[in-house]
């Protein structure tokens, strides 16, 4: 079992910039991947972004590439999602996931209100 639990979501101005945090515990060992995902209302869960546990190779949604920063910090099995120039369309509950061998773990969800 893996718990995560994220942190760092609120209100900003468009332009602005908002630091996520997804804090992993239990068994961090089987992690091989983390991913971060968000859900508008009224609409679907989307991938945003996604970091390798090996290699720290990253991916990101077409929407977020060069605006948006997946990175990890080991001693504290904690990944990040730096969010800057935010726009009113990056409103979301963002969703961080953990990938192990057959199964993903998810946490909560961070409300993240751009306001224009």
């Known amino acids: 079992q893996v718990q995560l639990v994220e942190s760092g979501g609120g209100v900003v101005q468009a332009g602005g910039s908002l630091r996520l945090s997804c804090a992993a515990s239990g068994d961090t060992f089987n992690i091989y991947t983390m991913r971060w995902f968000r859900q508008a209302p009224g609409k679907e869960r989307e991938f945003v972004a996604r970091i390798s546990w090996s290699d720290l190779r990253t991916n990101y949604a077409d929407s977020v590439k060069g605006r948006f920063t997946i990175s990890r910090a080991n001693a504290k099995i904690t990944v990040y999602l730096q969010m800057n120039s935010l726009k009113p369309e990056d409103t979301a509950v963002y969703y961080c996931?953990?990938?192990?061998?057959?199964?993903?773990?998810w946490g909560q969800g961070t409300q993240v209100t751009v306001s224009s």
């Open positions: 996931a953990a990938d192990v061998r057959f199964s993903t773990y």
